[in-house]
């Protein structure tokens, strides 16, 4: 019971703290400005001391976040100056896409191409993942462009000092035959991410076709690459503190407070765009599968309460797979696709990226036709299988997208001071997702029953959490 509260605690005290910091700047009319931003201070202390008995990088963002606004209200001229500082972060972040990316997807296709062991329930599997993400990204996409939420942010100040390309227009040839690469050292070069994207996926298709003597051989080296890079990502995500923090001082000191209402506001359209695709997307697919929604949400509110505190879908995987288990899934299945999900069903970060590449060309003043946005949060679809492991390994992506569609790189800055707390959310709805997905192919395939008796040993607890989710 403590370890639930606690996972609820960091957002309580986040909005705890910026109500008193509202108070206090509400009040500075009232009382002397020294007095008022004392009270901002003694506030921002409060949040720091608590990053201090947490210790976790995720905390020391939140707390950046708030030092960065306060810092960059109180000493604009100042603040200014901190701009290399998260210029440097997303530096080193885009250092990261172009080998992760070739390790994830070029191991992902070879090492599962094993066509007779995937069958006719890895088709039906890549189906239903293809088409939910697909309706996760329209419900983004959506809700982004209904919200505006990064519409209205004054960037000419910041956009002055970046070299700003525009969008242009193009016809579909030209965008169809800049998809394919050229030279693949130009195009890691240039951060032409979807054109790794294809070279690493014909690159897999062919690695799974030659013998298994170099195969392995390739395989175990980009694994290692692979792995390296998601430690490389680790050793990077703790300069994000100072990152957030000198990113939100500097746009305030430009900006003013008021881009903080479009933070909140990208924050609930999210929450809402989220809500919104597990009531009228997988409940709706739940219910024509005939699952039983008492008993799956009782079997996986463990697993979903990880992944919400640990931001992680990998981190619930194993007790995401006994739960089903423990419901009476067949372990061959779970085994298969619930893996096979972890990269290509990522319902809850595919709703993200589409809102946030949206929300970073609002932000920048930068007209997108629907066309443009589509090519976009496709490209951001195809580049996100595999990174369900690394927690916020979303902003990777997102970074080397927008930046091949000539779009800047600071809204990103400004979106990862509230990423911990979207984070939860769209890492919550993965593990969701893909639960659904694996009950989802066991009916497919005829070998889950609901109406049969659940196994013995697991019978008691799951119908008990049941009682619990009821009442």
Aim: hydrophobic share 55%; charged share 15%.
């Amino acid at each position: 019971m403590q370890k639930k509260l606690s996972s609820f605690s960091l957002p309580i005290i986040s909005l705890a703290i910026t109500s008193m910091l509202a108070i206090a700047m509400t009040v500075t009319s009232i009382v002397p400005e020294m007095v008022a931003a004392i009270m901002r201070w003694v506030a921002i202390a409060t949040l720091f001391w608590y990053g201090t008995q947490k210790k976790s990088l995720t905390t020391w963002i939140v707390v950046s976040m708030f030092v960065g606004a306060q810092f960059g209200h109180d000493f604009p001229d100042q603040a200014a100056n901190l701009k290399i500082v998260s210029d440097i972060f997303i530096k080193l972040i885009k250092t990261i896409i172009a080998p992760l990316l070739i390790g994830t997807l070029v191991v992902g296709i070879a090492g599962h191409s094993d066509t007779k062991q995937v069958g006719r329930m890895g088709v039906k599997a890549l189906v239903y993942f293809e088409v939910v993400t697909t309706l996760a990204l329209f419900v983004g996409l959506a809700a982004i462009n209904l919200s505006k939420a990064g519409v209205g942010i004054d960037s000419s100040m910041v956009q002055s000092e970046e070299s700003l390309g525009a969008v242009s227009h193009q016809s579909w040839q030209q965008i169809v035959l800049h998809i394919f690469p050229q030279n693949i050292a130009k195009s890691i070069a240039d951060g032409e991410v979807l054109q790794i994207v294809v070279f690493s996926v014909i690159f897999g298709i062919a690695l799974s076709m030659v013998e298994n003597k170099y195969k392995r051989t390739m395989l175990s080296a980009l694994e290692s690459l692979s792995e390296v890079m998601f430690k490389f990502t680790n050793v990077v995500m703790y300069m994000a503190p100072l990152a957030v923090g000198a990113a939100i001082a500097y746009t305030l000191s430009k900006m003013g407070l008021g881009v903080l209402v479009n933070l909140l506001k990208l924050l609930a359209t999210l929450y809402g765009a989220l809500f919104f695709f597990l009531l009228l997307v997988l409940l709706p697919i739940a219910l024509a599968f005939k699952v039983p929604v008492k008993r799956f949400v009782a079997a996986i509110a463990e697993p979903v309460s990880l992944a919400f505190a640990t931001t992680s879908s990998e981190a619930a995987l194993p007790k995401a797979m006994k739960a089903l288990e423990n419901m009476g899934v067949p372990r061959k299945i779970v085994a298969f696709v619930m893996p096979t999900g972890y990269s290509f069903n990522l319902d809850g970060t595919t709703l993200y990226l589409a809102l946030a590449s949206v929300f970073v060309a609002q932000a920048a003043g930068v007209e997108m036709s629907w066309e443009q946005q589509l090519l976009m949060v496709f490209t951001l679809m195809l580049t996100s299988k595999g990174v369900a492991g690394v927690p916020r390994a979303s902003l990777v992506i997102l970074s080397g997208t927008v930046a091949s569609f000539n779009l800047p790189a600071w809204p990103i800055a400004i979106i990862l001071g509230i990423d911990a707390l979207m984070d939860m959310a769209r890492t919550s709805v993965n593990v969701i997702g893909n639960c659904l997905a694996t009950v989802v192919v066991a009916r497919w395939e005829g070998e889950y029953d609901p109406d049969a008796p659940l196994p013995e040993q697991h019978h008691h607890e799951i119908e008990e959490r049941t009682e619990e989710v009821v009442h």
